[in-house]
């Protein structure tokens, strides 16, 4: 391989890792709640442990030196040895503490069992040692300590001689417990715990995570091209359906929508005249990814453009154009199949029902929910009304049900040229949409593109 292509690979490779990382960041905030349930959690479970558990103790302590002394010298007086070896000495001291000697001696002088820590501590270089006593009760640490301090002499002197102990302080009974009743560092333990269990549960989600989460997700996880991006419209609203069906004709959505339908429509337009597309199919691999929306929302692109456009909702199972436009209930495009109404009939209500304010613009309603569309959706009928609009229009828009859910959307592919499939962020996996597609692949219509919704 040359240089310049392994700069492009490693380029590439450094590329795809930034990918990944910012793919895994923006998990993190949809994962933001969970994550601080675990944080507050474990971090208040280890501070109740630490409250329910604590036990207050005790230290009293006393500080002295030592100086041993032996009677038999050459001179017949006492000798005192200099303080390098009173530290000696003093270093050795502690080990008589842990010997049965001294605490049998103490426990008769206190008259019960010793129940306190007790420990010693030589200071270096000198002849101090410090003792302390660590116990529940501050009055037995303070009575035990006594005790050591009198009965110490007489164990060690059976060991290294007579001692001296010249204390120079000592704390007397101590008031305020070693540990107080601070329990900050028992939260932050357990929310440390917490957290690294939240991130740890973050990166699984993430790893198993096989659903579209950015426009480049759509060129190479499905193979086929981004048309553009939908936005996620966030206002105050009143309703769920204020927030699903905000169409551009609405002037609190304009200046959000209006940009990105007009790249979308560029797109679409562009892919259609070259291909020679008239009849488009709006799809998606699952429910609730927003497709009838975006569908009318082309729709309105395209006529604001100054194209003819005939939209017909032919999700006849859930039937929603007319409630997105804000329609009454009538009879529609399920009626007309079923031969209940004729195609004049269907097309005369359709028109009196329309009150979008676009004269070039004729949306053809489903009508009442049925249970099998796509035995009515196959029948000449729908292959009539088709051809009789591919007549008079200069695109026609098809609104499907969920190709990854139902074979109505492979039924119209059959009438359609092409199809645009709409994707909702992080909800279809990507499995899923393949097998939409390959259903869609099957009838040998054009896949235009996809679009990413609700980002």
Not at 5 to 23: P, S, Y
Not at 151 to 168: A, C, D, F, T
Not at 209 to 216: F, G, K, L, P, S
Request: proline share 3%.
């Amino acid at each position: 391989m040359s240089t310049k292509g392994k700069e492009r690979a490693e380029n590439f490779d450094t590329l795809d890792q930034l990918v990944v990382i910012l793919d895994f960041l923006r998990v993190i905030p949809r994962m933001f709640v969970w994550i601080l349930i675990l944080v507050i959690g474990f971090g208040s479970f280890f501070a109740v442990r630490a409250y329910t558990n604590y036990t207050p103790v005790y230290t009293a302590e006393a500080t002295f030196t030592i100086n041993i002394t032996r009677e038999q010298s050459i001179a017949g007086s006492n000798a005192y040895y200099d303080n390098a070896a009173a530290h000696h000495l003093a270093m050795i001291f502690p080990r008589i503490l842990t010997g049965d000697l001294l605490l049998v001696l103490v426990q008769e002088d206190l008259g019960e069992p010793v129940t306190g820590n007790i420990r010693a501590i030589g200071t270096e270089n000198t002849n101090l040692l410090t003792l302390s006593v660590t116990d529940k009760d501050p009055q037995k640490a303070y009575d035990t300590l006594n005790s050591v301090i009198k009965n110490y002499p007489v164990v060690s002197e059976r060991i290294v001689g007579k001692v001296h102990m010249n204390i120079l302080d000592e704390s007397g009974v101590p008031t305020k417990p070693d540990n107080k009743k601070a329990f900050t560092k028992d939260f932050m333990k357990g929310a440390g715990i917490g957290l690294g269990i939240g991130l740890v549960w973050t990166l699984l989600v993430f790893l198993i995570n096989r659903t579209i989460q950015c426009e480049a997700d759509i060129k190479k996880k499905l193979g086929i091209n981004c048309l553009g991006i939908v936005p996620r419209i966030n206002q105050k609203k009143r309703t769920q359906e204020y927030v699903q069906y905000m169409l551009l004709t609405d002037e609190r959505a304009k200046e959000l929508l209006q940009e990105p339908f007009r790249l979308l429509k560029n797109k679409v337009e562009y892919f259609a005249q070259k291909q020679g597309i008239k009849t488009i199919l709006i799809t998606s691999a699952t429910a609730g990814e927003g497709k009838s929306l975006f569908a009318a929302n082309l729709c309105l692109s395209l006529v604001s453009s100054g194209k003819k456009v005939v939209f017909i909702d032919c999700d006849l199972r859930h039937p929603t154009g007319r409630v997105v436009f804000g329609m009454n209930e009538n009879v529609g495009l399920g009626e007309y199949l079923k031969e209940e109404i004729s195609l004049v009939d269907y097309l005369a209500i359709a028109k009196e029902d329309n009150n979008h304010g676009f004269p070039n613009f004729l949306f053809l309603p489903g009508g009442k929910a049925v249970s099998d569309g796509s035995g009515l959706l196959a029948s000449e009928r729908m292959k009539e009304l088709i051809m009789c609009m591919e007549s008079k229009a200069d695109y026609i828009i098809l609104d499907s049900a969920p190709t990854g859910l139902l074979t109505d959307s492979a039924v119209l592919a059959k009438y359609a040229d092409g199809a645009v499939v709409v994707i909702r962020k992080e909800v279809a996996r990507v499995d899923f949409i393949m097998d939409a597609l390959g259903h869609l692949s099957e009838s040998d219509i054009q896949i235009i593109g996809g679009v990413l919704n609700d980002v």
